[in-house]
C-alpha cells in the first residue's frame, strides 16, 4: 500500500452562501466547485484566486444535490421545489427544468457516459432522465418510504438508491426491476454510491453507520462506526482506497479502506456537515455544513497521481472487471446478520468484522486537524494542522470501536497453497452462483410456458 505521506491542509474556504452548504461537486475538466444551499442558490466557485464566482437563481426552494456532468459543460441541481434544473456554469446562468417528481428531490447525479440523469425523491421513487432529449424517461417504484440517494454505476447498468425504507436498492437498467435489496439498517439509509470498479456499493446510516458492499456476492466487506452521530455523506477516493464521509457530528473523517480503519478527523465545520466530495483526480477535497462554508481541502495523504493511473485503467485501481448481471445472487431481499464473522471475497479487500479492541495490530498515526474560525482562510495554502497523535489501536475507545480491521491469514500452511485453497473456494462460489441463476431462468421460463398453454386453452375454449 502506499505510504502516508502528509497531513490533509485546508487549501481555500469559500463564502458566500447565507445558509446551510447541503452539497458539492468538483468539475473535471475545469478548476471549478458547484455547492447547493439553504439558501435556495448554485454557487459555482473557481478555483483559480483571482477569478470571479458564480451565483445562480432559479430554485424556489433549498437545493438538495449539485453534480457536474462528466464533460464538465453542464451542472445538474434538485431541490426541495420538486425540480431539476440543469445549467450552462457560465456567466448568463442559463437552466431547463425537469419536472416529473411530485414531493422534494433529494439527489441528482448523471450516468458516467453524462447521457442520463438518475434522481430521487420523497415520492418514494427513482427516476432516470434523458439529457440530450430533456425528459422524463422511466420510474423505479418499490422503495416505501422516502428515497434519499440514487446513483449509476459506473457502467451504467446498475442503479443503487437507498431511503427512510432502512433499504439499500439495486436496480437493472434494462429490466427496470429490483434486483437486490439490502436491509441492515437501523435508521434510514443516507447515502449511497459505487466504487471506481462497480464491485461494491457503500451506504450510510443515520445510526452512524458506513458500510461496504460486494455486489457479486452479496457479502459485506467492511463495516464502520466511527462517528457520534448520522453520516450525511461519503466519498470514495479515484483510487478506491480511501473514503471521506461527512455527519451531524460535526466532522469530517478520512478512511483507509485497504487497511480498514480510521485515519484522520477533520474539525473544520461548526455545525453538521452535509456534503463531501473528493475531486475527479483525488488531489483536493471539499466539505459543505450547517456553518453555511465551503470548505476545500489538500489531499496530500495520498500524492499518487491518479488521473494517470485512471486513464490506464490500472488494475490496482480497477482490480475486476465490472460485474455482470448474472453475478448478483440472490434477487429477493437478504438480511444480513451484523455478526457476519469471516468475510471472504474474490476482491483484493477481505475483511473481518470486530467489534472491539484490535491490539494486535500495529500504531497507526490519527490525526486530527483543526481550523481556527478566527484565521483568514480565503487565500491558498493557510489551512491549519493540529498536528498528529501516533496512538496503538484499541487506545481510544470512543473512536476506533467496532471497527473493521483487515482479515489476517492465520494458518500454518504455506501462503501460496492457501492462497490456492482460497481461488478454488471462491470458483466454487462463483459456480454455485451460476448453477442459482440458471435454476431462477428456468423456473422464469417453466412459469412462462404455463402462462402460454393456459392462455392457448382459453383461447381454443372461446
Known sequence: TLSLQEDPTLERHFKGHKDAVTCADFNSKHKQLASGSADKTLMIWNLNPKARAFRFFGHKDVITGVQFSPAGDLVVSASQDKTVRLWTPSIKGESMVFKAHTATVRSVSFSHDGQRLVTASDDKSVKVWSVHRQRFVYSLNQHTNWVRCARFSPDGRLIASCG???????WDTSTKQCINCFTEYGGSATFVDFNTSGTCIASSGADNTLKIWDIRTNKLLQHYQV????INCFSFHPSGNYMISGSSDSTVKILDLLEGRLIYTLHGHKGPVLSV??????????????????????????SFDYREVLSRHSQRVSPDPSPHLTDIYPRGPHLHSAQSGLLHSPSPLSFKAINGHANNLPARRIASTSLNPNEDCHSSGQGSTSGSQSRQMGGRRGEEQGMTYPLEMRSDLPMNFSSTLERIVQQLDVLTQTVSVLEERLTLTEDKLKECLFNQNTHSSL
Do not use: I
Open 164 to 170: 427512510d425504507d432502512r433499504t439499500v436498492r439495486l
Open 277 to 302: 466530495a473528493f475531486s475527479r483526480g483525488g488531489d483536493f477535497f471539499a466539505s459543505g455544513g450547517c456553518d453555511a462554508q465551503v470548505l476545500m481541502w489538500k489531499t496530500n495523504f495520498d
Open 227 to 230: 462517528h457520534s452521530a448520522g
